[in-house]
């Protein structure tokens, strides 16, 4: 079982910045991947950006690109998602996910593990 903890969401304004952090805890793998995903009030849950614990390989959204960064720091078993020039667009619950792998694995059912997610709100 792998455990992951959200932490770093909050109230911003356009334009700002912020750092959400995923704690992994009990059986994780250098193979695992670890992701973020997102989802807005009635929309589906989206795929941010993912990692690959063993060489911080990354994949990230479209949408995000250039302004949303995945890290991890092997050694805490954690997963930050840096976030900066936020929009409005942003304001989601962020989710952390585990997967059993690392690719391309932008839809949910890819993932075993999730987090409780941690609201993130960007003012206009």
């Known amino acids: 079982q792998v455990q992951l903890v959200e932490s770093g969401g909050g109230l911003v304004q356009a334009g700002g910045s912020l750092r959400l952090s995923c704690a992994a805890s009990?059986?994780?793998?250098?193979?695992?991947?670890m992701a973020w995903f997102r989802q807005a009030p009635g929309k589906d849950r989206e795929f941010v950006a993912n990692?690959?614990?063993?060489?911080?390989?990354?994949y990230h959204a479209d949408s995000v690109k250039g302004r949303f960064t995945i890290s991890r720091d092997n050694a805490k078993k954690t997963v930050h998602l840096q976030m900066i020039s936020l929009k409005p667009e942003d304001t989601a619950v962020y989710y952390c996910?585990?997967?059993?792998?690392?690719?391309?694995?932008?839809?949910?059912?890819?993932?075993?593990?999730w987090g409780q997610g941690t609201e993130v709100t960007v003012s206009s």
């Open positions: 009990g059986r994780t793998f250098t193979s695992y991947g």
């Open positions: 990692i690959r614990w063993s060489d911080g390989a990354t």
């Open positions: 996910a585990a997967s059993l792998g690392f690719g391309p694995l932008f839809q949910s059912y890819h993932y075993s593990y």
